[in-house]
């Protein structure tokens, strides 16, 4: 039943995701989407921890509601290559992102 509420409140924008903005590579990610805001809290400093081990500094973490169009935007407009590229070890099974 959750995972249908959830897919009614992320058709309308209104589902929670953690939105993490870094430098180097320049790069805004999505990690979601998720049913409440405390369930988003919970997972957000795994996702940290991750970004955070591949090298990317931090610049912005915000928990929001919203619907985004990709779940990860290089703002350099450059294709990343392997190296750019996070490999999450603490993704959450949930977290449609990383499922498809």
Not at 17 to 39: A, Q
Not at 70 to 87: A, F, G
């Amino acid at each position: 039943m959750e995972e249908f509420i959830l897919s009614i409140l992320e058709f309308f924008g209104q589902a929670w995701w953690v939105e993490v903005k870094t430098e180097s590579p320049r790069c805004t990610y999505y990690f979601g989407p998720f049913l409440r805001k405390r369930e988003a809290e919970k997972w957000k400093p795994g996702y940290v921890e991750d970004l955070e081990g591949e090298g990317a500094e931090i610049v912005s973490l915000a928990v929001k509601r919203c619907k985004p169009a990709i779940v990860t935007d290089y703002e350099e407009h450059d294709e990343p290559t392997s190296e750019q590229l996070p490999s999450f070890s603490g993704s959450r099974e949930v977290n449609k992102a990383f499922r498809e």
